[in-house]
């Protein structure tokens, strides 16, 4: 077994540090999905000037280590949002999931990213435990906004997925992308350079002050910084979450066939449990786990080992057909908020944003932010107001 991150991408040129005093109207600390994605977006609508610093390499976060299964319904469902936030403030946010999702989806198409990108359905099931009622409230919501949705159980469920486990779930149309995440946001990263931004690599923000921020070799003079370094935000909201992922060697194409998976899609074990699976490209399972806070600093790659074993229980238990073997295995640890909605803070020229908690709602904030800096109406001013 490996003890490594599975996704690589060899043709990537890791860019040279800032090694000179600079000026630019916007700079972006983090080359993170949310902070490329920002930077994307503020350079489609014709912003100049803009400088992006990564203190270790494109994506060497959160963002390349994360599974790159992208869903609307994660961390937050939709019956969460609306009894948080009432009907019409929660379908804004439903509907912006939705917009980060197809932004990803067209960006990768568009952009010609080259990320193993893949439009999957999603089969978000659930184990009989403590009961489906969760699950069903879950699917009476969406069924009625998402009219392609069903709901899931017998014969159908099981050509959906052949588990045991599952007793229902829910099948919702299009909501799901699968990408290499290192490479979606590396390749972004490319795009916006083409398009006049200025990245620089192995450059940390050590100092800020009110119009300048330092490096180690140079200092960058701006008109407006956004900070986009997620765990690393000093602010009390946004807990470091840990999240384990395994990846098995390839599955011939019987063994699909045995799971009912020839035609791939994103399974989520729902919140309760949070487990979460997915084929990648060359037919390996990614089966993922995890629902530990831990302290900011324990951010290692180092696999958790509770984690790893629950997770290759639950494999047994959800494939008892399948002998796989496991080869890679790493954790990783991103920002979340007690309610999943990420902090967005405003201060004179200065906006830091963290605890997104997944790159969905990365994309869709990054578009937000992007929106406020250059004066656009943002159909999300409902629920991040300056
Ligand atoms: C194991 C795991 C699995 C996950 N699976 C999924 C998934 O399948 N789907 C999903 O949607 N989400 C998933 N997530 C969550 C998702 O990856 C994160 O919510 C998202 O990537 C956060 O992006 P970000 O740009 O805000 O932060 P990051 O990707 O962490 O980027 C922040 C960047 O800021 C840089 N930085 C920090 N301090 C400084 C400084 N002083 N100067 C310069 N740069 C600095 C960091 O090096 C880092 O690259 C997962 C996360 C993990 C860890």
Not at 45 to 59: D, F, G, P, S, Y
Not at 284 to 294: E, K, N, Q, T, Y
Request: with cysteine; charged share 30%; net charge positive.
């Amino acid at each position: 077994m490996k003890y490594e991150v599975f996704w690589k991408n060899p043709g990537y040129k890791v860019r040279a540090p800032l090694k000179k005093d600079i000026e630019c109207d916007y700079l972006i600390v983090g080359g993170g999905v949310l902070g490329v994605s920002l930077a994307y977006f503020l350079a489609t609508h014709q912003a100049k000037n803009i400088v992006l610093i990564e203190k270790n390499t494109i994506a060497s976060g959160a963002t390349g280590k994360s599974a790159g299964f992208l869903t609307l319904k994660g961390e937050l469902d939709l019956d969460s949002i609306v009894k948080k936030h009432g009907m019409k403030k929660g379908i804004i946010f439903w509907k912006g999931n939705h917009e980060g999702l197809n932004l990803m989806k067209n960006i990768a198409k568009k952009e010609k990213i080259d990320c193993d990108a893949e439009n999957l359905h999603t089969v978000y099931g659930m184990l009989p435990y403590p009961s489906h009622r969760f699950l069903l409230k879950e699917y009476e919501i969406e069924k009625k906004i998402e009219k392609t949705t069903r709901w899931l159980s017998g014969d159908e469920l099981k050509k959906q997925i052949n588990t045991p486990l599952f007793k229902h779930a829910i099948l919702s149309f299009d909501h799901g992308l699968s990408v290499n995440p290192l490479k979606y946001t590396q390749g972004l990263s490319q795009v916006i350079e083409k398009k006049g931004v200025a990245v620089y690599e192995h450059t940390p923000l050590i100092k800020l002050q009110k119009d300048s921020a330092e490096t180690p070799h140079g200092s960058i003079k701006f008109k407006k910084i956004i900070i986009a370094i997620d765990v690393d935000i000093r602010n009390k909201k946004v807990k470091n979450r840990k999240s384990t992922i395994i990846i098995t060697k390839p599955l011939t194409h019987a063994q699909r066939e045995s799971i009912n998976m020839v035609e791939n899609k994103l399974v989520w074990d729902t919140k309760i449990r949070y487990h979460y699976l997915k084929l990648t490209k060359d037919s390996r399972i990614l089966l993922g786990f995890g629902d530990r806070i831990v302290q900011k600093e324990q951010k290692n790659t180092n696999p958790h080992r509770p984690h790893v074993e629950k997770i290759k229980e639950f494999l047994k238990k959800l494939f008892p057909q399948l002998s796989i073997e496991i080869e890679y295995v790493w954790s990783g640890t991103f920002g979340v908020t007690e309610d999943y909605i990420p902090v967005i803070e405003k201060k004179e020229n200065k906006i830091s944003v963290g605890g997104a908690s997944s790159q969905v709602v990365c994309t869709m904030v990054a578009k937000h932010i992007a929106y406020k800096l250059l004066g656009i109406k943002s159909d999300l001013d409902a629920f991040f107001k300056d």
